[in-house]
């Protein structure tokens, strides 16, 4: 149990970090602030969070999965 909620909080972070990160990468653009304010705002609306974060714990259980195989492989030996 502990280990997924490390999981979760390793995503959250993940998921914030970008949204961030993006928000961040608009803000030094070379345009105006209020088009980058409008920017901001245009794609804030694009996303559907659900979605996303649907995809990236789907892209992250197949990454435990793909981690656990490379784990028991090195464990016997291959």
Known sequence: MHH???GSSLMEGLLIGG????A???LFAPFSGDKSRALIKE???EFDLD???GRFSEAFEEAKKE???V???LARGE
């Open 51 to 53: 979605d996303i974060v």
């Open 19 to 22: 949204l961030i990160g993006a």
């Open 67 to 69: 981690a656990g195989k």
């Open 71 to 73: 784990q028991d492989d």
């Open 24 to 26: 961040v990468g608009v």
């Open 4 to 6: 997924e909620e490390e």
């Open 43 to 45: 794609k804030l609306k």
